[in-house]
């Protein structure tokens, strides 16, 4: 008999995305997802779920980074119940899983960072560009001091690199001196301990330990803010996503829901981003 209670209160079924929805019972049964990918989307993520675990008991979310790459890999091969990406789909990737649903939970701007002794306060995309293929190699020739520039990026596996690489690149090639540094707060810590570095980071990474350059465009200087992205006056902009495998379902349609309610997008913001 007791073996028969036992089935009873642990039997399941496996739904959408590899989350267990228990069959009912007289006591609440966990319930688990995990959440990987993006270090942009990160934080939100992060939040959100400490946020959603408290108010529900039974629910067991488990947020990790390593890049949006990973994290679309991650939800397609079945590892991961969601997947978090500061990119849009590349086309291969569309092709390869084209049960894919994306979910877009924020706005978000890419902020041009130095190290606060760089005595330059705005560029153009051009003289980012230029920066980034070598081109432009010492802070004198913008107007700053005599000053080597270290340039500072990301490796490539952050959907944050794919989208710089399209929006200021032009899929042009990056300096081969370039520290590639694997999360935004690497990228972060390192530019603020290193004497004339540059670097990129999603706005809810700013601080006072760097400096975030404003971006000249159509005869205006334009610094990145939640303002500047949700007017559409900030030039380096994109969109924060989730994805699932097929529509969201269980905990995780749940959580999402959450991330997209008022409650939710309060975090968004709170986090630094601009929200959906």
Known sequence: ?????????????????????????????VQSISVTGSTTVLPIAQKAAESYMDANAYADIQVSGGGSGAGVQAVCEGTADIGMASRDLKAAEKEKYPDLVQYVVARDGIAVIVNPAVAVNSLTIEQIKAIYTGETKNWKELGGSDMTIVVIGR????????????????????????LEKNSNGAVKQTVAQTP??????????????????????????VEPSIETVTSGDYPIARTLNMFTKGEASGLSKDYLDYILSPAGQKIVEEEGFVSA
Request: proline share 4%; hydrophobic share 35%.
């Open 155 to 178: 490796d490539s596996s952050s959907g944050t690199r794919e989208f710089f690489s399209e929006k200021v690149m032009e899929k042009a090639d990056y300096v081969s001196t370039q």
């Open 196 to 221: 004339g570095s540059i670097g990129y980071v999603g706005l809810g990474y700013l601080d006072a330990t760097v400096k975030a350059l404003k971006i000249d465009a159509d005869g205006k200087s």
């Open 1 to 29: 008999m007791a073996l028969l209670v036992l089935a009873t209160l642990f039997t399941g079924c496996v739904g959408n995305g590899g989350e267990t929805t228990p069959t009912p019972t007289t006591a609440p049964s």
